[in-house]
């Protein structure tokens, strides 16, 4: 297949899939409660905010920034193991 062929086909899927998505969050409304539990939040946009879409509407947990420091947090964990397991391969490869 050619390689733009396969590009443009691949874009009409995931748009397909998006609208999908779409539809499907049509069909059960905006959520009143967040995955925390916490309120949902409905903001707009201001122009000077967002010049290419003024207007634009978006919904966001009450307690989202509890979540980015949450996610935060365990990225830097995460980081800490990574950089710890080479130092295990080695202590390993010791042992054999």
């Known amino acids: 297949m050619d390689p733009e062929a396969e590009i443009r086909d691949t874009k009409r899927r995931k748009e397909h899939i ?3 998505s779409y539809v499907c969050d049509s069909e059960h409304r905006i959520p009143t409660r967040g995955p925390c539990g916490g309120s949902i939040i409905h ?3 201001g ?5 290419t879409l003024p207007g634009k509407r978006f919904f966001t ?3 989202y ?3 980015i420091e949450r ?3 365990r990225v830097e964990e ?4 990574i950089k710890w397991v080479p130092e295990v391969n080695n202590k ?3 042992l054999e």
């Open 18 to 20: 998006d609208m999908l």
């Open 43 to 45: 903001e707009v946009c």
């Open 47 to 51: 122009k000077e905010e967002y010049d």
């Open 61 to 63: 947990c009450i307690n």
């Open 65 to 67: 920034e509890e979540h």
């Open 71 to 73: 996610l935060t947090s």
């Open 78 to 81: 995460v980081e800490a193991v």
């Open 92 to 94: 390993i490869k010791s």
